[in-house]
């Protein structure tokens, strides 16, 4: 089996660039060149570079919501390939993994990763198996299969099948894809960090973002390390908002309490926000360095709020979002009323995935 997490903790592995050589190229170079997700192909961990092969992943609109409030901004992420923001890591990670010879993966999922591992995996004509909750819609388990993935549903949560997944890789040697138990998943979604500079010119004051497993959170954090090694800003950064639904919010429960780690959360009930349905993460001391680094806070809701909010988005924004949108809304409401976010700061949430899937 590769072994593709510390050897000595068992924690994630990232990966790290060189920003002591010559020769990166400036953010103009950058800007000029077609957008998408291997723009800045220097920063991916493809050999292929900018022709790395692609489902049309990144450069996703940043739009204004003037009608939920003059300074919000929602990152579409459901305008990716299989309509999630999950097509960005596994457009990068199963690209390495290809390039290295691997043709087949497991992983465990709530539903969008395995669609888009799926959609890779076809692109590539290699093997995919997906484990998924009971609990997951049937669209997103349609989804993998269309594609032509195994999909095993598993009694319990994700990190049930994220046990079953492990076991398949342990006693058959198909690569194990799951988040942050491979390091080039977080490569691709860390791209939505560099696209806020690009999108807007400027990093907003806060960026509220749905976490599950928090990939993107971390990825986007290391973004901002990488573009300050760069050059390209100064050690500014975004306010970083963890959002959970409160009946499984392991890390908002960690933060809060001050702790460096998070316990896994017991007996998680169900959500319409599948993908915030994550007991325990690998990435939990990271997600929690990097809220604290940036000056961050983490914020639980009800799903009465979230679902509120993702009406909200729709009514008022034109965006038909995930539960987990709406979840960053039903935060940004409860962040302003208490003044953590004050008047006039340009606030990002992120629209993780199309709403239709979840029909
Ligand atoms: C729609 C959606 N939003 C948010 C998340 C959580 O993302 P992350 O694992 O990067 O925290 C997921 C993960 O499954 C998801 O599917």
């Given at each position: 089996m590769v072994q593709t997490v510390c050897v000595e903790c068992g924690g994630p592995l990232l990966a790290r660039y060189d920003f002591e050589r010559e020769g990166w190229p400036s953010l103009d170079v950058v800007l000029a060149r077609p957008a998408g997700q291997f723009r800045f192909h220097e920063v991916q961990p493809t050999d292929a570079g900018a022709k790395t092969p692609t489902l049309g992943e990144g450069a996703t609109p940043l739009l204004a919501a003037p009608g939920v409030s003059p300074n919000l901004y929602v990152k579409d992420e459901a305008q990716n390939p299989t309509g999630s923001f999950k097509a960005r890591g596994m457009a990068s990670a199963m690209a390495r993994a290809v390039e290295l010879g691997l043709t087949r993966f497991a992983l465990p999922s709530n539903g969008n990763a395995g669609g888009a591992a799926a959609a890779y995996g076809a692109m590539y004509e290699v093997e995919v198996e997906v484990f998924v909750p009971r609990a997951t819609p049937s669209g997103l388990i349609a989804e993998p299969e269309a594609y032509g993935a195994k999909v095993t549903v598993v009694d319990g949560t994700i990190a049930d099948a994220g046990r079953l997944a492990a076991e398949k890789s342990a006693d058959t040697g198909v690569f194990n894809m799951a988040t942050l138990r491979e390091p080039f998943r977080i490569e691709g979604k860390k791209m939505m960090g560099y696209e806020l500079l690009w999108d807007l010119g400027r990093l907003p004051e806060v960026v509220v973002y749905p976490t599950g497993g928090g990939t993107g959170l971390v990825g986007m954090v290391k973004a901002w390390d990488e573009m300050e090694a760069l050059g390209w800003i100064g050690s500014e950064r975004p306010r970083m908002v963890a959002v959970q639904w409160e009946g499984c919010a392991p890390i908002v429960k960690a933060f809060h309490e001050g702790a460096d780690h998070a316990e896994p959360w017991v007996d998680p009930g169900t959500t319409?926000?599948?993908?915030?349905?994550?007991?325990?993460?690998?990435?939990d001391r990271l997600m929690l360095s990097g809220l604290r680094e940036t000056d961050g806070t983490a914020v639980e809701v009800s799903e009465k709020e979230l679902l509120d909010g993702t009406r909200r988005l729709a009514e008022l924004a034109g965006i038909w979002g995930t539960p987990e949108g709406g979840a960053c809304l039903a935060a940004v409401d409860q962040l302003a009323a208490s003044g953590?976010?004050?008047?006039?700061e340009t606030v990002v949430i992120f629209n993780t995935a199309a709403a239709g899937k979840y029909a």
């Open positions: 319409a926000a599948y993908g915030l349905r994550v007991p325990s993460a690998l990435g953590w976010v004050r008047p006039g």
